[in-house]
């Protein structure tokens, strides 16, 4: 949690962290700022001390919401330095110089945030140049933000458990909505006697979202038959509400005041299920039933790839351990953590070096997955762990494979 | 244009680009792949070849939509690197060289995209030196996509015109809610017989804008008073609506399914306008008919800063040309490019290199700011230059400063 940093810096040898760019998506800044309402800032931040905010003086006000101390752009001389390079480039390189001098920046200092890839290259290569005492680092693999990130204060928790509750109630009144519509030759038909298509759910949910105050971005997964077989395909906007088809519904969407995430996943068969669809999910439900019975505080969170492997492979489905690449079978990884960002610590998956903590939220999600045969399952929770390590599901929605139809 | 890239390229001597990162908010990604659906991704582009996307498997359908060649990171080898590595960035690094390789990347290669720039700092310092035959570069001031974004091709200009419109709409739709208020002690009532405050104004905006398909990230400013004197200042909730305040209303929202932007503001009093608030939006209007009487092609954008300055200067206003960085008279630049991005090139501001060239679309926007005497005027018109050099604006929408209340 946010009170870990300095902790973590003292841990990985940083003297200093910046944190910077735009704030959109920026989700180190807007960690640290409280998502406060600015397009752009730096936030400097020495070892032990408190962090600093600097921003345009426009957006003075907004800034200060952040609980941060303030300063402007033209407190480091920017509009000056403008005038003097030509260059908006070089004038916010040597305004943030000027920056760090004034605070006594040194030694090892890694920068964060969100840029251009090439120009962060070049402006990091120059700054190191350009302040001797300062060596230039970024980290690549769980940075102190992820690891931050990755367990809950208890003022996240709240938020995350707010957009938890929204979100089940968006799906509820999705599957209400599907519940109540007329059925004809094999598929559900619109109140308007046309033919109800994908579009037309995400219409619905979309008008739910907003007023749940969330947002999808477009993005919700709500694919039939084929497409649900395709993990990430959204779903095709034209495709009509089959009966017996497999329908991946997953639903992963953010307040829109405190940028939390909530994640889940539900797989629904309109009318009745075709046996292989019933027995894929049966077998879903097995994975998802023994990962979430063996998660406890102190495991490796790689173990639950495994474990979901071993339940997989052992009723004879490729997985990624037994067929790296495979299209077929199970193909991803069995969950990973939330919160300011849809994928964050800890990974449940190969590779992962994260250990099952007090204060994580996840999210738990096996799935099976046959394209050529049409069919797609996957079964997801989000879960916290409280401070006395028990395990929470946040996902109470039920899981029922078969939606009753009229 | 996007048809542009490759003689930028040439112009820039780059041998390649890699576009690079998650897809949210990065613009020279959705640029390329038509703002295919995929969670992240790398496009390669050799110098007069077709570009190329690599991206999960998972999401080989959506990335299809982009219309370019897709690769999945699975053809690169991306399961068996983490498998050997145990590490996501040393696979994805290792990938990527080997995508390069595959595609007999050499010479000057420009990175892009949105990523850490302490990671993007680490990955392409060792990304050159694991490929000796790259030389890593990255581009500062306006980047082959700033330029090429400038100007909008025909499908461009469509997408931004209907946006445009839409947004006009919702602020008629806006306005009308307002002048539909009752009155009473001097401020607007909702219908609930409560204060109406700014909370309820943006309640109602948000509304309007998602049934246009439009999303405006919380971001709107409508700001009364004081807060109008403060340009990025994006209104207090709880505000009530005073007759007789300056009101600045900047709309920019952007189409959830294309991404593109418009942007506009109009300053408005409720029921009468004082005294001092007519006089500097009667200034403001004269900046803003200056400048857009002398919008031609061939034009340095800089030259309508220096324009608006001259007037506000003679009517005796703080500028930043008179007064850098100063926080009341005309405190910004007078316009910016808008497309996928909010703000983009040409820049109407100092130190700007951008020439005013057919194919543009940019907003032009003087303004007047008076915090202290808990004022300001901001008047906002997005134009788009034509093939033939002619001004079109795309905001119809009336300029009168009062509304009429009831």
């Known amino acids: 949690m946010k009170s870990d940093l300095d ?8 003297d200093a962290i910046v944190v910077m760019g735009e704030s959109r998506e920026n989700h180190a800044l807007n960690y ?71 605070y006594g920046i040194g030694g090892t200092v890694g920068f964060y945030g969100l840029g251009d890839p090439g120009q962060s290259f070049v402006m ?11 060596t230039v680092t970024g980290e690549t693999e769980t ?21 938890a509750a929204r979100t089940n109630t ?28 994908v579009g037309d759910v995400k219409r619905y949910l979309r008008a739910r979202l907003f007023h749940h105050r969330l947002e ?3 993005e919700t997964i709500f694919a039939i038959g084929r497409d649900a077989g395709v993990p990430h395909s959204r779903g095709e906007d034209g495709d009509v509400l089959e009966l017996g088809k497999s329908i991946i519904f997953d639903l992963f969407p953010r307040d829109i005041e405190s940028g939390y995430y909530h994640d889940m996943t539900r797989t629904f068969c309109l009318g009745y299920a075709p046996p292989e669809v019933q027995r894929a999910y049966d077998e879903v439900m097995r994975a998802f039933e023994t990962v979430i019975g063996a998660l406890k505080v102190g495991e490796q969170a790689a173990y639950y790839q495994d474990l979901t492997c071993n339940v997989f492979e052992e009723l004879g489905h490729k997985t990624p351990r037994s067929h790296p690449g495979t299209e077929e079978g ?12 849809i994928h964050a ?3 449940l998956g190969v590779a992962s070096q994260d250990v099952i903590e007090p204060g994580q939220v996840f999210t738990v999600e096996p799935g099976l997955y046959y394209p050529q045969r049409g069919f797609g399952v996957r079964i997801e929770d989000t879960v916290y762990v409280d401070t006395d390590g028990a395990i929470h599901s946040l996902t109470p929605f039920p899981k029922d494979l078969v939606i009753p139809v009229a």
Not at 75 to 90: A, Q, Y
Not at 154 to 162: C, D, H, N
Not at 333 to 339: N, T
């Open 143 to 163: 940075t102190i933000f992820d690891a931050a990130y990755a367990t809950k204060d208890a003022e996240e928790i709240e938020a995350i458990k707010s957009v």
């Open 170 to 197: 968006v799906m509820a009144e999705v599957v209400d909505f599907l519940k109540g519509c007329p059925v004809r030759d094999g598929h559900l038909f619109g109140h308007d006697g046309a033919p109800l298509t």
């Open 330 to 341: 199970y193909v991803h990884s069995v969950g990973h953590g939330i919160g300011l960002q």
């Open 124 to 134: 990091l290569t120059r700054l190191g140049e350009m302040l001797p005492v300062v």
């Open 7 to 14: 902790r973590l810096m003292q841990e990985r040898g940083l």
């Open 345 to 347: 610590r800890p990974r």
């Open 32 to 102: 640290l700022t409280r998502h406060a309402k600015i397009t752009q800032g730096f936030v400097i931040k020495k070892r032990g001390d408190p962090a600093v905010l600097l921003c345009s003086s426009m957006e003075r006000d907004e800034a200060a919401k952040s609980g941060l101390a303030v300063k402007t752009f033209a407190d480091f001389g920017l509009p000056l330095l403008i005038k003097e390079t030509g260059s908006l480039f070089e004038a916010q390189l040597r305004m943030l110089v000027a920056a760090l001098e004034h």
């Open 216 to 218: 999808d971005h477009g």
